[in-house]
């Protein structure tokens, strides 16, 4: 019973940690971009759904959308206002960018999660679920949202292999990670594949945002939190592997169900955290990490 | 070093500590308290600065040394009576120690993976703080039965004279030898290390300064407070402003790393009419100096200097 339980409960967050550190990781992969205001992005969408159909009487299907349309733009003017000036900067010394970046995104989300407790409030908004009522699994009873969620993780994730690996547009950004001089000496100008790179990214971040709204509620308090567990996730798995993220998403996702459940809530993030350490320490680069 | 003592810089510096001792002759006992404050997280973001600038190690947790030596201090002089002076003592030990333990895991990785590292240090300390609550005093923060001083104005000298003192060292070390090899190490290491110079220890020697520093500087703090808590000395918050702090003041200056931390705490105050606006406020104006002036308030001034 109860492992069941652990396996439908543990599925849905992992599959939600794994949506939110994908878009993570892949900035990274293609633009070298450790976003830090990447927590404050999903709660800005969660709460942007929220809005929409609690303040202007929309649907839940309609506030969703409103959710991820706000983190794309969130992204795009994370690209433009904060991360571009500093890639472009002939202040700042190259090797110093990244912490440069790092900063400024720090500082961003900051700004982002100040903005939303000033205009919402600090209190936990809960999305209004798309899909009602409950459904028994073995005898297990679960709202049928964590399920949606499950399965909406796993469709968007499954698309973004598709756009990635089939389409041109998806093979340039491939490119663009493996080699940002070749793209551009083959006529593709970087910036419009970083655009697509963050636009993607901020409806990745978007949808995870209004699902996580949706299974557990947020606040502008969860902003920490969320950028610190994709943080880790991400370099868990390995920076800028996808699969290693998707890998790094089911292991913290359950090691922290499975302390809820076993142990005690209080402790739930612990032993993702000290295994974070061991793999820091055994093996820098991640588990599936390039160096 | 000796060109230090006969630069302007090192006139400026002498008259504003001169203009900050006589204060408490002539301003509010509010506005020394706001300023003792200050003058402790001055300490944080210039021992940050010593890590970062110098060494070239983003430390994402400048709290975990900061709450380890607070901590420390304050659960020996709760549960165990120790007094006041041994208490700090040791704080500043244990946040030496728990800066060793982390270097060591953390220096052989390099750059975010290092960030990351010593970010889920400060996790791991706030989690085990939270659990261990009959130690600590978990969420609502550990009582401190001694006060360093129930005067206003000797509060004051000690968090300055102790700022002052750590600023000469700290800003000593950055401009010896040692703190060469460090900026080298931090900028080539590949280059330091074909030089003979052993990167780890010397990056280890930061290490290990920052966190003396830190920890100490979160003993007094936590003396001057009288509580120990969650919020004040291991958030990860806390630690952000550390960080914002010493890139606002300039990094590898040191001294500019107090003046950013001063600047970010009377800011804060100022804007405190704005109520919830205020962080906002900071953050937005800490984004817009990165940004478009990376050196920070003194970046520009010691690098004329430099040249000159």
Known sequence: MLALQ?????????????????GFTLIFGVSGVLNLSHGAIMVAAAVAAWAAASVFQLDSYSGALVGVAIAALLSLLTYFTVVQPIQRSNKIPNEEKEIFVLTATLLWGIMIQEAIAYFFTNNAKTVLPIIEGVVRIAGIRTPANTLFTAAVCCLVIALLWVLVNRTRTGKVVLAASMNPRGVTILGFELTNVYIVVWIIYGVLAGIAGVLLGMFLGVSSYSVGPLTASAFSI?????????????????????????????????????????????????????LLGRR | MTSFFKSPLFGISLILVIIAATLPWYVSGYILGLLTVAYYFGVFAMSWDLLFGFAGEVNFGPTFLIGTGAYTAGILNNHYGLPMYPCIALGAVAAVIAGFVLALPALRVRGPYFGLTTLVAVLILQSFIVVFADLTGGEIGLTIPDVLSIDAGVNYWIALGFMVISAAILFGLSQSPVGLVLQASGQDPVQAGALGFNIVKHKLAAFIVSAFFSGLSGALLVFYFGTASVGTVVDIAVGVQVIVA????????????????IFLIVAGEFLRPTGELATFIVSAVALVVILFFPGGFLGSVLSREARS
């Open chain 1, 6 to 22: 652990i396996l439908i409960d543990g599925f849905a967050i992992s599959a939600l940690y794994a949506l939110g550190a994908t």
């Open chain 1, 234 to 286: 991400v370099v868990l798995g390995g920076l800028g592997s996808v699969s290693g993220s998707l890998i790094a998403a089911f292991v913290v996702g359950y090691l922290e169900t499975f302390t809820a459940y076993m142990i005690s809530p209080a402790y739930r993030s612990i032993p993702a955290l000290l295994l974070l350490v061991i793999v820091m320490y055994i093996r820098p680069q991640g």
């Open chain 2, 246 to 261: 010493a890139v606002l003041g300039g990094r590898r200056t040191v001294l500019g790393a107090a003046l950013g931390a």
